[in-house]
Every structure is written in structure tokens, then in C-alpha cells.
């Protein structure tokens, strides 16, 4: 019994360690990031987080989707195809390539399998991509210095916003609130950008 509690303890004393290590991490990071930096500049740290972020997911989404579109019009199009059950449903994969005897498209798709399979499946993915793409492009004008209340980042957080109402109505992951609170939100920006241009003309 003892030596049970002796290793519980010893467990909780190394979990608490490294918790204490995770926590210094994120202060190091969080200070290289907004240590001594303007508010502009802490903009742009962030976005080029996010930027890098959000084209890395978009790639690899990217990449799945056209592998789904592949997968889609493969059997269609009436070529050598194997049926394997993915989750709960049986899918057309496309009877080519096999790594140690699992087809190669097995894996991707069931990484997708949540966005459903066959045409509805692809407009999911595709509106999974639009809305990676509007995001990344809004915080790569951020990035580079734009202001949050310029007339082009507004622009691409509206069609962001747009975007994710396409998400939802397409793959129902998105909760409606989302899409219309950012919509709210891209009002405010726009009454922002109308002040700062006219602050711009008076200066």
C-alpha cells in the first residue's frame, strides 16, 4: 500500500513538473511574441502564426480533397475499383496502388470521412477549402502590415464570414451562430474603416 501511494505521489510530483515546463514554454513564447511590441506589431506576430497555420491545414486539405474528387469520379468513369467499408459505409476505391495490402486512398479518406463521401462529399470538402483560403488570405494582408480597418483585410473577413456560411449549410459543422456573429463583427470593422479614412483625409 505504501509503495502504491509512493508512486502516486511520485506520479502527481512528475505530472506537476511538467506541467511547470509546458507553462514556461508558452510564457517564452508569448513574451518573444508581445515583449515590448507595439500593438501593430503584435498584430502582425500573430498573423503570421495563423498565416503559416491555416496554409499548412489548407494544403493538406487541399491535397484530400482533390484525392476525393479522384476517388468520386474514378468508379464513375468505370475503372478498375475495390469496395471497402469506411467508418459505417461502403465507398469505390480506386484499385491501384496497395501498401502492404491496404489501398492507398484508404487512409486519406478516412481522415475525410466526417465531410461524407461521394458528390456531397466533395462539395463539403471544397467548402472546407474556401473558407481555409478567405481565412488565410485575410491574416496574410495582416501579416504584412495591413490595418485591421483597411478596406481589403475587411473585405476578405467578409467573404470569410460568407464562406462559413457555405461550411455550414454544406456540412452543418459550423454552428449558424458562428458565420453571423463574425458577420456582425465585419459591420463594426467596416464603420472602422469609414473613420479611419476619414481620419486618414483630415491628417
Known amino acids: 500500500m505504501l509503495d502504491k501511494h509512493n508512486s ?10 511538467e506541467t511547470k515546463n509546458v507553462q514556461v514554454v508558452v510564457h517564452m513564447v508569448f513574451a518573444y511574441f508581445f515583449k515590448n511590441k507595439s500593438q501593430t506589431e503584435k498584430i502582425i506576430a500573430v498573423s503570421k502564426v495563423l498565416h503559416i497555420l491555416l496554409m499548412i491545414i489548407g494544403v493538406i486539405t487541399t491535397i484530400l480533397g482533390l484525392m476525393k474528387i479522384f476517388v468520386y469520379v474514378w468508379p464513375v468513369l468505370g475503372l478498375s475499383s475495390e469496395t471497402l467499408m469506411i467508418g459505417d459505409v461502403f465507398v469505390a ?19 475525410m470521412g466526417a465531410f461524407g463521401f461521394g458528390l456531397e462529399g466533395v462539395l463539403r470538402t471544397i467548402a472546407l477549402v474556401v473558407s481555409l483560403f478567405m481565412a488565410e488570405r485575410m491574416f496574410r494582408q495582416l501579416k504584412h502590415g495591413a490595418s485591421p480597418f483597411s478596406a481589403v483585410v475587411v473585405s476578405w473577413f467578409k467573404r470569410f464570414a460568407y464562406a462559413l456560411f ?15 456573429i463574425l458577420l456582425a463583427i465585419v459591420h463594426v470593422f467596416e464603420y472602422g474603416c469609414i473613420l479611419q479614412e476619414e481620419s486618414d483625409r483630415t491628417l
Do not use: D, R
Request: net charge neutral; charged share 5%; aromatic share 12%.
Open 93 to 111: 476505391l480506386p484499385n491501384l496502388l496497395h501498401i502492404e495490402g491496404t489501398n492507398l486512398f484508404y487512409w486519406p479518406m478516412s481522415g
Open 8 to 17: 502516486m505521489c511520485h506520479t502527481v510530483l512528475k505530472l506537476t513538473q
Open 166 to 180: 457555405l461550411l455550414y449549410f454544406a456540412t452543418g459543422v459550423v454552428n449558424i451562430i458562428v458565420p453571423l
